[in-house]
């Protein structure tokens, strides 16, 4: 049973225009969600996060909302830009002493 | 965030033989845990390394399979035992603070078992 659901393995956007990630979640005891990007050979990055309790946090080109009763997030990134072509991948954690639930990821394509 | 290194970067190795993997972290953290990535799937808790005390496995993992050390609070080691075709995945060092939701991330080791 899948808690953490990437449901677009791939997205292709033009440059300059805005990425929209998503992700669903099933389990209502996860307390803050996560966004990393992946290189390929690299290890995840980790670029944003969000408590439960919030729906939105903001930190540069990159946007999270959470809507709770719908257990769905989204990643936007504004503008897109040739150097954020990899994959994202959404977590989400009931706490910092507990290990993350991920998903498939988001292969995301930056067009020139 | 830490420095986190995770040595070796990739092996291949026969079936029925072990790799240990090493992740060295630059300041102390109070958690560490160890995940999976098999081919075209998403990363996946394998354990807690706990100090000074044995690991807390997830669902599926099991200590004869995974052996976890964690002797001081900047350092872990992962083996996998008895390796199989089935084993070939990148195995991910993770580190974070208890009061803090970030985790990050070694840059992973890709096992190829033939």
């Known amino acids: 049973d899948q808690q953490v659901k990437q449901n677009s393995p791939s997205l292709s956007v033009q440059e300059g225009r805005i990425s929209i990630l998503n992700c669903d979640y099933t389990?209502?005891?996860?307390?803050?969600f996560l966004w990393y990007k992946k290189y390929p050979a690299e290890g995840p990055t980790f670029l944003i996060s969000?408590?439960?309790?919030?729906d939105k946090n903001e930190d540069g080109r990159f946007t999270v909302f959470l809507n709770k009763s719908a257990k769905h997030l989204s990643l936007h990134i504004v503008p897109s830009q040739p150097g954020d072509s990899a994959v994202y991948f959404c977590?989400?954690?009931?706490?910092?002493?507990?290990?993350?639930?991920f998903g498939k990821g988001t292969h995301l394509i930056i067009q020139p | 965030s830490a420095v986190i290194s995770q040595k070796p970067s990739r092996d291949i190795c026969q079936r029925g033989t072990s790799l240990t993997i090493q992740c060295q972290v630059d300041?102390?953290?109070?958690?560490m845990f160890w995940y999976r990535q098999q081919p075209g799937q998403s990363l996946t808790l394998i354990a807690t390394?706990?100090?000074?005390?044995?690991?807390?496995?997830e669902s599926g993992f099991v200590i004869d399979k995974f052996p976890i050390s964690r002797p001081n609070l900047t350092f872990s080691t992962l083996t996998v035992s008895n390796m199989s075709p089935e084993d070939s995945s990148i195995y991910l060092c993770?580190?974070?603070?208890?009061?803090?939701?970030?985790?990050?991330f070694g840059q992973g080791t890709r096992l190829t078992v033939v």
């Open positions: 300041s102390q953290v109070t958690m």
């Open positions: 389990n209502s005891m996860f307390d803050y």
């Open positions: 390394a706990n100090q000074g005390s044995e690991a807390t496995y």
């Open positions: 969000i408590s439960s309790i919030k």
């Open positions: 977590a989400a954690g009931g706490g910092g002493a507990d290990g993350l639930t």
């Open positions: 993770s580190v974070g603070q208890a009061e803090n939701t970030e985790a990050f």
